[in-house]
C-alpha cells in the first residue's frame, strides 16, 4: 500500500555532510511518523532520528547536534541533513514510515560511509 524510495547516501571524509532524502507514496494515513534507522555490521540497530506529521522530532543520542531532519508533508517526503559525520556514523540507513501507530512500512537502505 505504501512504498519509500530513498537516497541520498554515498562516501565521505570525516567531518562532511550528505543529505538523505525519502519519499512515501500510496496510502498514507493522517497520523504517521517517518524518520531512519541505521545498521552496521559492528552495532545493533538504532533510531538516527524521526519526526511526526505534527512535527515532533526525537534524535539518537550519538547524533544529536550534528543531524537535522525535516519534512515536506505536501509531498510525503522527508530530510535528513547529516553534518559533522563521524566514521561511527558508516551504516546502512533505512527509512521508515508508521501508519496510524499500526502498520510500518521501509524503504530500501541506502549506504553512508564516512572514512577517517
Known amino acids: 500500500q505504501v512504498q519509500l524510495v530513498e537516497s541520498g547516501g554515498g562516501l565521505v571524509q570525516a567531518g562532511g555532510s550528505l543529505r538523505l532524502s525519502c519519499a512515501a507514496s500510496?496510502?498514507?494515513?493522517?497520523?504517521?511518523?517517518m524518520g531512519w534507522y541505521r545498521q552496521s555490521p559492528g552495532n545493533q540497530r538504532e533510531l538516527v532520528a524521526r519526526m511526526t506529521s505534527g512535527g515532533s522530532t526525537n534524535y539518537g543520542d550519538s547524533v544529536k547536534g550534528r543531524f537535522t531532519i525535516s519534512r515536506d508533508n505536501a509531498k510525503n517526503t522527508v530530510y535528513l541533513q547529516m553534518n559533522s559525520l563521524k566514521p561511527e556514523d558508516t551504516a546502512l540507513y533505512y527509512c521508515y514510515i508508521n501508519l496510524n501507530g499500526i502498520r510500518t512500512y521501509w524503504g530500501q537502505g541506502t549506504q553512508v560511509t564516512v572514512s577517517a
Open positions: 500510496g496510502s498514507i494515513f493522517s497520523f504517521n511518523t
